[in-house]
């Protein structure tokens, strides 16, 4: 059997270009592409990044425009989206001749343009589908397609009788600097809205008289109002402290110290990367079993789930007395970024009639 890095690709990386690569805080695509860009390149494949110009990549970088969007949108030089996205794909096209394969990370509204290519066109669907979504892959089923959990693609596959293949996501655990002493806090990192429950963290915590340490932001003026009204007023700099967005260093040393992530999400999360990062920290996860919950999260492993809310409290005693290096060590194998990488290499070999032998 030969290496599965020996046959060489010219692979074409299209970014969401919201956020640049890698993200200054919150942006997991962005993540996750950049250690796909660097891995690939590392490994003898000529990679190129459709993104904004502002991003930092071991790929070749065809700046779209020129800074994420974010950015461009806060600065008034950017009002809708879709204009840049679609620069972004029709770009690729254009320059598909030069690729063996073009590797899509926008939401499959653009599915029907990628429909016209004549290189195999590979969309991961970093999202839940939804009804647009479906239809555009019942539109188009010869456009390829990924998921990043089972449960994500579970419906879809339903509905469209076909087998939709799953890339999990990846972390370099390189950069996460573990602590295997028992944690001093409970911590919850993410969005501040109701579908991650910010105040079911609260709850638990307060149920077992532990501290918790929130880190994230509202994003839009729902999630403001949320937080407002429900958080703020919990809010004591002692036994539960908020402390805005984190970056990736501060991200660390927040969830290495931690006894438990708890991640009480009340949706149907497609993946949900922080639970990876702080498996990486050596940090046990206290979760709520939906989404892909199940499939991330090893029970007496890595940590615990339940199917009620109510139930995590008893869950986190268990959770704090795993073994942390055992927590990192196991999480590593099943969710390292060389994996992530090597999956979706056997995903572009197949598309490109490479079997690999």
């Known amino acids: 059997m030969k290496s599965l890095f020996e046959h060489k690709l010219r692979i074409a990386q299209v970014a969401p270009l919201w956020t640049r690569i890698p993200p200054a805080h919150y942006g997991g695509i962005e993540l996750l592409m950049k250690l796909l860009c660097d891995e690939l390149v590392a490994h003898g494949h000529e990679v190129t990044l ?42 690729a096209l254009m320059q598909q001749d030069q690729f063996d ?22 969309f ?29 693609v579970h419906a879809a ?22 602590s295997y002493e028992e944690g001093r806090y409970l911590v919850f990192l993410g969005r501040m809205s109701p579908e991650k429950n910010p105040l079911g963290a609260i709850r638990t915590a307060q149920a077992l008289d532990m ?15 949320y937080f407002q009204n429900e958080i703020e007023p919990l809010l004591d700099d002692e036994m539960v ?32 990367l922080v639970m990876i990062e702080a498996m990486a920290c050596g940090t046990p996860v206290v979760a709520h079993s939906r989404g892909s919950v199940e499939e991330v999260v090893d029970p007496g492993i890595t940590g615990f789930h339940a199917t009620s809310l109510d139930a995590l409290p008893d869950l986190i005693p268990q959770a704090i007395s795993l073994n942390r290096r055992h927590v990192r060590d196991h999480a590593r194998e099943r969710f390292g970024h060389r994996k992530m990488v090597a999956d979706y290499l056997d995903l572009y070999q197949s598309l490109c009639g490479q079997t690999g032998e």
């Not at 596959?157 to 573990?178: A, M, T, W």
């Open 241 to 272: 402290r908020w402390i805005g967005p984190v970056n990736h260093p501060q991200k660390v040393e927040l969830l290495r110290h931690a006894s438990a992530l708890l991640f009480p999400i009340q949706w149907e999360e497609p993946f949900g």
């Open 157 to 178: 596959e339903l509905k469209l009788h076909r087998k939709i293949p799953v890339v999990y996501n990846g972390v370099d655990f390189e950069s996460y600097e573990p």
């Open 50 to 91: 459709f993104g904004s110009g502002d991003c930092h990549t071991a790929a070749k970088l065809h700046p779209v425009i020129r800074e994420n969007l974010s950015e461009m949108m806060a600065q008034g030089e950017a009002l809708m989206s879709e204009y840049y996205m679609s620069a972004a794909i029709s770009e």
């Open 211 to 225: 501290p918790i340490i929130l880190a994230g932001q509202p994003q839009n003026s729902s999630e403001e109002e």
């Open 124 to 152: 991961t669907l970093h999202t839940s589908p939804h009804a647009d979504d479906l239809w555009a892959l019942g539109k188009f089923p010869q456009v390829p397609v990924a998921g990043i959990s089972h449960a994500q």
């Open 101 to 122: 394969v073009i590797h899509c990370h926008l939401s499959t509204g653009w599915l029907p343009v990628a429909a016209t290519a004549r290189k195999p066109c590979l």
